[in-house]
């Protein structure tokens, strides 16, 4: 495995550890999409248990953070933006991918 994969491991297996300690806080911007899409907390929980790393930010101006991609039990494909290395995971923004931005849920537009 190459140090990428290893990193990308590293960083998705943080994250769940994060969300199933309950060790995150969901900003006013990501409960609005969450609103605004009918996403529930219990779903984005659920997405991020299975989750994989998409797109990694680690040298963003507001801190490291990245774009992850999971599934609901149901099968609901959900993109959640959310901090990398800070202790406690912050979920920025999450929505649902949809064409004609994303051809699939883990491929753009």
């Not at 649902?96 to 931005?101: A, G, I, V």
Request: some cysteine.
């Amino acid at each position: 495995m190459g140090e990428e994969a290893q990193n990308a491991d590293a960083i998705v297996s943080r994250i769940r550890a994060q969300a199933a300690a309950e060790q995150f806080r969901v900003t006013q911007h990501a409960q609005k999409e969450m609103v605004g899409e009918s996403i529930l907390l219990a779903e984005v929980l659920e997405a991020i248990g299975s989750s994989e790393l998409l797109e990694n930010y680690p040298e963003h101006r507001r801190g490291a953070c990245c774009l992850i991609l999971g599934h609901t039990r149901t099968g609901r494909p959900l993109h959640i933006v959310c901090t990398t290395e800070a202790p406690l995971l912050i979920i920025i923004t999450l929505y649902e991918p949809r064409p004609p931005k994303w051809v699939t849920p883990a491929k753009r537009g």
